[in-house]
């Protein structure tokens, strides 16, 4: 992707586990409705790669009404860091995206498409 994307909205989330160290901070752009993770100040390695909401949406309509696992989001990212799904999920979980499930911490329902702003 090119390097004039426009950020539209830069945000911070906690990450899924309570025993996690630190907030993530990703960005969202109003162009196709990217979204990227940016920073962990708690470390562990991601990748900064822009993911389409189109993408996002696809993988949820695969596994309608379903419990979802961060794992699942995988194979949006060409970077094999192990951290990128959760992270993901974290910041979906903030946007409303996804949802926690209310019994398994690392659990997610999807909700729908609705935007990131």
């Not at 940016?38 to 991601?46: D, E, L, Q, V």
């Not at 990748?47 to 979802?68: A, G």
């Not at 659990?107 to 498409?113: A, D, L, P, R, T």
């Amino acid at each position: 992707m090119n390097n004039s994307i426009r950020i539209i909205k830069r945000t911070t989330c906690p990450k899924i586990t309570a025993s996690a160290n630190g907030q993530l901070t990703y960005d969202v752009s109003d162009e196709s409705y990217l979204l990227r993770i940016t920073a962990n100040p708690g470390g562990g390695f991601f990748s900064n790669e822009w993911v389409t909401l189109k993408s996002i949406t696809d993988i949820l309509k695969k596994h309608p009404n379903t419990l979802l696992k961060a794992p699942v989001f995988k194979p949006l990212f060409e970077s094999l860091g192990g951290n990128n799904h959760g992270f993901l999920a974290a910041a979906l979980r903030h946007e409303g995206i996804i949802l926690a499930d209310d019994k398994y911490v690392r659990s997610n329902q999807g909700i729908g498409v609705r935007t990131c702003i």
